[in-house]
């Protein structure tokens, strides 16, 4: 339920762009990323840090590219989004030796160290990868496809790195001794 929420700002936003344009796009994602907070703190009891980082970046840039009528403020907030979360997965794991993804998962999962420490990095390579290709689309390809690639394959990256990860710690998982 909660996933499902966190995407209709964004598909909202995809089918206003299509249907109105940039402009009427930017509004609407801001309004629903409004009203998606509200609803997460009143049925979840509260907002996690990331979340409200994204909300803070979709409003300002948001507010941009609304301003502007321009989708460029849309396209680097990609950019820097994932930038960030990059290199926060990196500064934790080199700078502070504690991988942000063990803190994060660590009551749901038991896992290695080394393992913690190889997730971390490939996450971190994950959001540098989505970076590159949000950077290249947004640059070198029209808008039509930079939406198309930030509504869909961005969710199709992540969904493809998150079965990764699963088929990853798999066999590190604690394994049911029952028949």
């Not at 803070?56 to 960030?84: H, M, P, Q, R, S």
């Not at 990059?86 to 896992?111: G, R, T, V």
Request: one cysteine or more.
């Amino acid at each position: 339920m909660k996933q499902i929420l966190e995407f209709i700002p964004l598909i909202l936003f995809f089918a206003v762009y299509k249907l109105v344009g940039v402009q009427a796009a930017a509004i609407t994602l801001i309004v629903a990323t409004i009203v998606q907070m509200i609803i997460l703190k009143l049925v979840f009891g509260g907002i996690e840090k990331q979340q409200k980082i994204m909300a803070i970046a979709v409003i300002f840039f948001g507010t941009l590219t609304a301003y502007f009528n321009d989708l460029e403020f849309l396209k680097w907030k990609v950019t820097i989004v994932y930038a960030v979360f990059a290199l926060i997965l990196l500064i934790s794991q080199f700078c502070f030796n504690k991988p942000l993804i063990k803190q994060m998962l660590s009551k749901e999962i038991n896992l290695p160290d080394n393992i913690w420490r190889n997730l971390n990095l490939g996450w971190a390579g994950f959001f540098v990868l989505c970076m590159l290709i949000n950077l290249y689309i947004s640059q070198y390809l029209s808008d039509d496809i930079w939406i198309d690639f930030k509504t869909f394959g961005i969710i199709g990256l992540t969904i493809a790195a998150t079965i990764i990860t699963g088929f990853y710690i798999y066999r590190y998982l604690p394994q049911d001794k029952q028949k």
